[in-house]
Every structure is written in structure tokens, then in C-alpha cells.
């Protein structure tokens, strides 16, 4: 079955980096758009950033253009989230998960097909 295995959260503070990964299994890895998603308490999910099948295009949400980059490796069935300049507001549990359509269509999380389990950061002030 399909698995997304986020990882790399933890605890920073305010101005620091964190890079996390998702790594991917069960599924043709590179045929899928990848994004990323978060979660604070009390509020809704909402988008972080996207990557096509191929890389060759990104979309970030406007909170964070600037200070994250996503990434992917194909070869390696994972994708990246390069977070810097972190601020109190990125805390969140962060989701990775993958889209069949390969494209980056949008920033709602009922265009993605699998999720994975969360992974949490915490910045501190």
C-alpha cells in the first residue's frame, strides 16, 4: 500500500531552519505532484507548497514564499521541505502528500490522494 513517512520536525527557534522529508513507498514516485501541507491547533489545513512529477515547477503559499523551498529526488522516492527564517507562526504539524494528476493543480487538500502522518514543529519566540 501507499505510504508518505514524513520526518525532520522538532523543536527551533524563532529564525532557525529545519529541512524536512517524506519519503515515499507503494507507489510510482515520480509519476505524482508532491506538496505540502500544515496544521496548526484549533485551524484548518492548509497548503505549504507543491512540486510537479518533474521538479520543474514549484508553488509555495504566500506565508512562506522566500523562506522554504521544496525539493524532490525521484531516484530517491522522497521530498524535500527546506524551511528557513522560521518564525512562532510555522507551528504546525506538517503533512506531505502526493497527487496522481503529476501537475500542481491547486492548494486544496481534496486535489491530493494520500497523506502521510504528520511530522510536528514547534518554533519558539
Known amino acids: 500500500q501507499v505510504q508518505l513517512v514524513e520526518s525532520g520536525g522538532g523543536l527551533v527557534q524563532a529564525g532557525g531552519s529545519l529541512r524536512l522529508s517524506c519519503a515515499a513507498s507503494?507507489?510510482?514516485?515520480?509519476?505524482?505532484?508532491m506538496g505540502w501541507f500544515r496544521q496548526a491547533p484549533g485551524k484548518e489545513r492548509e497548503f505549504v507548497a507543491a512540486?510537479?512529477?518533474?521538479?520543474?515547477?514549484?508553488s509555495y503559499a504566500d506565508s512562506v514564499k522566500g523562506r522554504f523551498t521544496i525539493s524532490r529526488d525521484n531516484a530517491k522516492n522522497s521530498v524535500y521541505l527546506q524551511m528557513n527564517s522560521l518564525k512562532p507562526e510555522d507551528t504546525a504539524v506538517y503533512y506531505c502528500?502526493?497527487?496522481?494528476?503529476?501537475?500542481?493543480?491547486?492548494?486544496?487538500?481534496?486535489?491530493?490522494?494520500?497523506w502521510g502522518q504528520g511530522t510536528q514543529v514547534t518554533v519558539s519566540s
Open positions: 502528500a502526493a497527487d496522481w494528476a503529476g501537475l500542481i493543480r491547486g492548494t486544496t487538500t481534496s486535489e491530493y490522494d494520500y
Open positions: 507503494g507507489l510510482t514516485f515520480s509519476n505524482y505532484a
Open positions: 512540486i510537479s512529477r518533474s521538479g520543474a515547477r514549484t
